[in-house]
């Protein structure tokens, strides 16, 4: 089983090479940015150096609360909720799933309590979700951002794990009023570092105009992700079809229970009592080039539950055959008394 950690196309490594190299001189800010908004729906677009920076630049501009999922999400919206000393709501979930009974009950308790104004349009709160909850399930976007609106609250959609959704379900602007990702290591549109934030609102940007000064991308990374913004659809078509495939394998031709189970998403995580052998014997077992594919819970990036995520997205898409797929079913099989 030869796997390998993800890197950008070979052609954006030669697009960033000749950036870099002086022998390409063309400004790639405003092109990587029209194409950003292009295939988000939506009318504005800017680049950012990290995934952290644009959400501290998109959180910066909410004048309300934000609301965050109890799990399944990333661990920045609260560092830098915190950091920015803004009011912080946690929203119960069903495994990472937003579930809007639970929204709206924390949406009312927090109207009650004065955190939330659900009628100043110049006071409004955010919900900070991923696409993919723990990176492994499908958030149902536009029915969240109905649900959302109707209740004054903007969402704000981190799509590093979605964007160029061939479904064009997630990653959609006709649905999410901002849209936040990271393009570094190993993201769907990967080029080592790098960060973006689509809107329709173009004042939404003027709260954060130092932000956007200091944290702006450099135009190396700015030609990375013009460049692999072609990429996008295949690798998230490619990466989440592998996962369907082990999901449903896993299930029938294991003894291992697997979260999320027919979800769409660009992971697979098991259930196992004992994470952190089996976390520690799988790494033995999946050895890339680089970094690794494994991840122990509970975890609030993944799931708060005792088990071990697969990594899928972090696979160069070349590796992603069918037999190296069922040589993954086959070493979860060997150790199946880790469940």
Excluded at 179 to 199: L, M, Q, R, W
Aim: aromatic share 8%; proline share 1%; net charge negative.
């Amino acid at each position: 089983m030869n796997l390998k950690f993800k890197k950008p196309s070979k052609e954006t490594q030669m697009a960033m090479s000749m950036v870099a190299s002086g022998e390409d001189n063309q400004d790639y800010h405003s092109l990587a940015e029209e194409k950003l908004a292009s295939i988000t729906n939506h009318r504005y677009a800017k680049l950012f150096n990290s995934g952290n920076s644009a959400i501290l630049a998109a959180m910066n501009s909410i004048d309300g609360a934000i609301l965050i999922p109890d799990q399944g999400a990333w661990n920045g919206f609260k560092q830098i909720a915190n950091f920015l000393n803004k009011d912080l709501i946690t929203v119960k979930t069903n495994k990472g799933l937003i579930d809007l009974d639970e929204l709206n009950e924390s949406i009312i308790l927090s109207s009650e309590e004065d955190i939330i104004d659900l009628d100043d349009e110049n006071n409004k709160s955010a919900l900070f979700l991923t696409s993919f909850a723990a990176y492994t399930a499908e958030q149902d976007m536009k029915a969240i951002c109905d649900f959302a609106h109707k209740n004054n609250i903007l969402v704000v959609e981190d799509a590093s794990g979605a964007i160029g959704d061939y479904e064009n379900r997630l990653a959609n602007g006709n649905y999410s009023d901002i849209i936040i990702g990271s393009t570094g290591s190993p993201k769907i549109v990967n080029v080592e570092d790098g960060g973006f934030i689509t809107t329709n609102d173009e004042g939404f940007f003027e709260k954060s105009k130092l932000l956007l000064k200091t944290n702006k991308a450099s135009n190396i990374t700015a030609s990375g992700i013009y460049n692999e913004l072609d990429f996008a659809k295949d690798n998230l078509k490619k990466t989440v079809d592998s996962c369907l495939y082990l999901k449903e394998a896993i299930e029938e031709k294991t003894s291992f229970n697997v979260f999320h189970k027919d979800k769409r998403g660009i992971n697979v995580i098991i259930e196992t009592d004992d994470p952190k052998s089996l976390s520690y014997k799988l790494r033995q077992e999946f050895v890339l080039d680089s970094h690794g594919m494994i991840t122990k819970c509970p975890n609030y990036n993944r799931l708060k539950e005792k088990a071990v995520a697969l990594e899928i997205k972090n696979l160069d898409i070349g590796c992603l055959s069918q037999d190296n797929l069922d040589e993954i079913i086959k070493t979860l099989k060997c150790f199946e008394d880790e469940k």
